[in-house]
């Protein structure tokens, strides 16, 4: 952050809040920035380590909008625009680059893509069904097949998770907002059914009104105040090629059903792959890779793009999903405690969405209800009524 942001970091903790943000991961630096937008005069958000340490800090960062459901697709769709016009509206870099998207599918799942680009379509995505030429043409370096069924969005791609929750937390500060580092918000405090507040390791905040945004930390926090959340860590792993420039300049993002891995460009010289969904423990998980999965994904890479056979592993990361049993987050009203918010268990889609889980977070906040894009799907209550959020597909991540 910078200087202004390093002193509200540096300054006593604020005695109150309008609204007390838990989590500086990107869900809560776009809501801190939606709820200044919205007015509010004195939101303060707090983070107990850095921002975007979490798993904002080690997303792919694809932006895509194909989903199954129209509740995402919409907000995929209009978050995109945030990413790329994000230096005129935030005032910061987003790091957006344009690369396309192609999903590749086979024959079970032709039907599905089929299904999700008619309702895409109908929802203003620029996306369409390719033939096996019109792919190949747009994808020379991939190997596609004649059993297999193809989409492409021209105006996806991916950018920086990291600057874009920096650069929504500096905006927000600039315009008024605070953001505490190294704060750690160690329980909400509650009385009567009604939140009065948050308990740091700095101190005590008064608020009525406080939204949690803590990523995979999420469960444990809920555990605080005795509530069980169906959130689970999930590890995935980012692997990275260095790719042979000479023979692939450059190619779209993939999302490879079939092989069941995505991968897309990493900067100028780099393909980055995505591969893994394995439950795990947040505390103990492993943070390096597995060489097995590096080999074999290394191996389906080549299936893919042949000519990456003479590309050579060059590192990459690991990290955390919060996932739900539906693979799909939560928006909601905590139950039972007045005044208190989540927006969580992004299951892998936190990045693509979040310029509009602010702007929805906010609305839920501070209207009662979310208007931008109707929410009432990604709510609380769904797991226990079995209301739940489908997916097309077998790949999960793909929801
Ligand atoms: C490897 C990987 C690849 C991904 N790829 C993509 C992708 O391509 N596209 C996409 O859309 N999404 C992707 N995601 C998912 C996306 O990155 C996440 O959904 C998103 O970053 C979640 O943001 P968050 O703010 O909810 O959580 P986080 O970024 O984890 O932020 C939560 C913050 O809360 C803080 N915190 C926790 N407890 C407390 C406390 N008690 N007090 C104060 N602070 C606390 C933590 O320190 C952390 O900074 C990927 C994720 C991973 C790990």
Known sequence: MDDKANNETDSKLPKTADVVIIGGGIIGCSTLYNLIQKGVKNP????????????????????????????????????????KNFEELVGHPS????????????????????????????????????????????APMVNLKETETFCYEPESGYADAYAVAAGFGRRAVELGGT??????????????????GVKT?????ASDTVLIATGPWSQKFFQTFDMDMPLQPVRHQVILIRRPTDLIPSHPAVADIVGGLSFRPDGSNLTAIGVGEEDTDLDTYK???????????????????????????QGGWVGLFTCTPDWHPILDRVPGIDGLFCSVGFSGHGFKLSPLIGTCMAELILDGKATSINIDQLNINRF??????????GLKVLA
């Open 44 to 83: 303060v958000l707090l983070e107990r380590d850095v921002i975007g340490t979490g798993s904002t800090g080690r997303s792919m960062s694809l932006a895509r909008m194909h989903y199954s459901n129209e509740v995402t697709t919409q907000m995929a769709l209009e978050s995109l625009y945030w990413f």
């Open 95 to 138: 790091g957006f680059v344009q690369s396309g998207y192609m999903a590749i599918v086979g024959p079970d799942g032709s039907k599905a893509m089929q299904d999700n680009v008619a309702m895409h379509k109908a929802l203003g995505v620029n996306v369409d069904i390719l033939t096996l030429e019109e792919a190949s043409e747009i």
């Open 201 to 205: 390791n700095k101190g005590v905040i």
């Open 179 to 196: 953001i505490c580092t190294s704060t750690e918000v160690e329980s909400v405090i509650i009385d009567k059914g009604k939140i009065k």
């Open 287 to 313: 943070q390096g890779h597995d060489m097995d999965v590096v080999a074999e994904s290394f191996e389906k890479l080549v299936a893919r793009m042949p000519q990456m056979e003479n590309g050579f592993y």
């Open 384 to 393: 226990e009524t079995g209301e739940l959020m489908n997916s097309r597909y």
